[in-house]
Nanobody, 124 residues
Framework: QVQLVESGGGLVQAGGSLRLSCAASGRTFSRYAMGWFRQAPGKERECVAAIHRSGGSLYYADSVKGRFTISRDNAKNTVYLQMNSMKPEDTAVYYC?????????????????WGQGTQVTVSP
């Protein structure tokens, strides 16, 4: 069992930056691939970034490439999402998710554990 707790959300102006963190419980964090997802009102949940359990392979949605960076610190059981040059369309609830696998997947159904989410709002 893995428990995930996100933090770092908030209100930012367009062009600004936020850094999300997701702290995981347990001793086997390094066995889990991690993903960051977001869901805006009336829209489906989408993967914005995912990272291999070693940190060596990454996935980014086209909409965030060049602006968002996913990283992890296995010693701290934490995954991060650095968001730069933010746009109003980045407004959503952001979730981190975990799955014990050697792959990197952007598919929400492939993840077993989810955090409670953190709201990110980007004003024009």
């Amino acid at each position: 069992q893995v428990q995930l707790v996100e933090s770092g959300g908030g209100l930012v102006q367009a062009g600004g930056s936020l850094r999300l963190s997701c702290a995981a419980s347990g001793r086997t964090f390094s066995r889990y691939a991690m993903g960051w997802f977001r869901q805006a009102p009336g829209k489906e949940r989408e993967c914005v970034a995912a990272i291999h359990r070693s940190g060596g392979s990454l996935y980014y949605a086209d909409s965030v490439k060049g602006r968002f960076t996913i990283s992890r610190d296995n010693a701290k059981n934490t995954v991060y999402l650095q968001m730069n040059s933010m746009k109003p369309e980045d407004t959503a609830v952001y979730y981190c998710a975990a799955v014990m696998t050697g792959l990197v997947t952007p598919v929400a159904d492939g993840y077993d554990y989810w955090g409670q989410g953190t709201q990110v709002t980007v004003s024009p």
